[in-house]
T-cell receptor, first 114, second 113 residues
Framework: AQSVAQPEDQVNVAEGNPLTVKCTYS??????LFWYVQYPNRGLQFLLK??????LVKGSYGFEAEFNKSQTSFHLKKPSALVSDSALYFC????????????FGSGTKLNVKP | DVKVTQSSRYLVKRTGEKVFLECVQD?????MFWYRQDPGLGLRLIYF???????EKGDIPEGYSVSREKKERFSLILESASTNQTSMYLC????????????FGDGTRLSIL
């Protein structure tokens, strides 16, 4: 069965420091992995995706994600956090056997303090 | 850019009313989805549709129905609204290809009194 886990409900970082939001996944077949961000009272906004190729994927707003097949992880990173990055982040996987299905993690609240 | 538009940002209805939430996408996507989002429960899939007039139940379909008469429009219907259906409702669309993400609307915050 496909699943996504975000082990941290909340991540706190100081502005200017690097940030990591963790995600692990379980899929049968090739993983199609995505990160989304959600600001208060808004929908989810697509940040980046991993399909195949380079293990380091670059996305919007300076975010990147590192795919690690052996650890089945897809962690979201940013070298220098901004206060405006404070939001809820979701990791998702698209079912490789049934492309109509997406599985979401429970979300991680990122707090960036000035 | 893909645009997914939900007809209302905020909606207040009364218990027992029939409620319609509308969603329109402008990118000719085959798939459309309705989720509800509640604190501590993440996103839960209510229904999705992979083509006109086609639908499949998600994880929590009870108390809801959907309609997809045109490719661009996907409606969520609360047959008889109850207070436990107070929630944030999110619509999304995606193309059929496996390497493409979903695109979300801004959500409808629905309160049932």
């Amino acid at each position: 069965a496909q699943s996504v886990a975000q082990p941290e409900d909340q991540v706190n970082v100081a502005e200017g420091n690097p940030l990591t939001v963790k995600c692990t996944y379980s899929v049968s077949g090739n993983p199609y992995l995505f990160w989304y961000v959600q600001y208060p009272n808004r929908g989810l906004q697509f940040l980046l995706k991993y399909i195949t190729g380079d293990n380091l994927v670059k996305g919007s707003y300076g975010f990147e994600a590192e795919f690690n097949k052996s650890q089945t992880s897809f962690h979201l990173k940013k070298p220098s956090a901004l206060v405006s990055d404070s939001a809820l982040y979701f990791c998702a996987v698209r079912d490789g056997a049934n492309f109509n299905k997406f599985y979401f993690g429970s979300g991680t609240k990122l707090n960036v303090k000035p | 850019d893909v645009k997914v538009t939900q007809s209302s940002r905020y909606l207040v209805k009364r218990t027992g009313e029939k409620v319609f939430l509308e969603c329109v996408q402008d990118m000719d996507h085959e798939n459309m989805f309705w989720y509800r989002q509640d604190p501590g429960l993440g996103l839960r899939l209510i229904y999705f549709s992979y083509d006109v007039k086609m639908k499949e139940k998600g994880d929590i379909p009870e108390g809801y129905s959907v309609s997809r008469e045109k490719k661009e429009r996907f409606s969520l219907i609360l047959e008889s609204a109850s207070t436990n259906q107070t929630s944030m409702y999110l619509c999304a669309s995606s193309p059929r290809q496996e390497n493409q993400p979903q695109h979300f609307g801004d959500g409808t915050r629905l309160s049932i009194l």
